[in-house]
C-alpha cells in the first residue's frame, strides 16, 4: 500500500506530520517505509497515528528478538524462538497497543 499526501490531506493528519511527510516523500511512499521513517526520527505517536488510520497489513515478521527505543510494525509478530505469536508485551515505560500495533519504548528485549 502506498501512502500519499492526498491521503494524508484526507484523514486530516496534523501540520507538523504533514510537513514532516513532504519534506521526507517527494512522491507516494510504501506504507511501512513512512512507518519505520517516523520511527528512527522519533515520531512514533505519528507513526501510531498512521497505523489507526491506514490498518493493518497482512504480513508477518518473524524475529529471534527485538530490542529497541521504539518499535511499530502493521502486521503479525512472530517469536521464532518459541514459534508462536507474541501476544503480549513486555513491561515498559509507555506502550501503546492497537489491533495492529505494537510500540514498545523500553530497553527490554521481545
Known sequence: MK???TALKAKRSCAS?????TRNFKS?????????ALVVDGRVDDACWLLDQF???QSVLVVDDISA???VYAGS???AKCSRLRSQQPSAT???QSPALLVTLTQEKL
Not at 17 to 21: L, V
Open 3 to 5: 501512502i500519499s499526501s
Open 17 to 21: 506530520g504533514y510537513r514532516w511527510y
Open 28 to 36: 507516494p511512499a510504501e506504507y511501512k517505509s513512512v512507518i519505520d
Open 55 to 57: 490498518g493493518p497489513v
Open 69 to 71: 527505543q521504539a518499535f
Open 77 to 79: 509478530v512472530l517469536n
Open 94 to 96: 509507555r506502550s501503546v
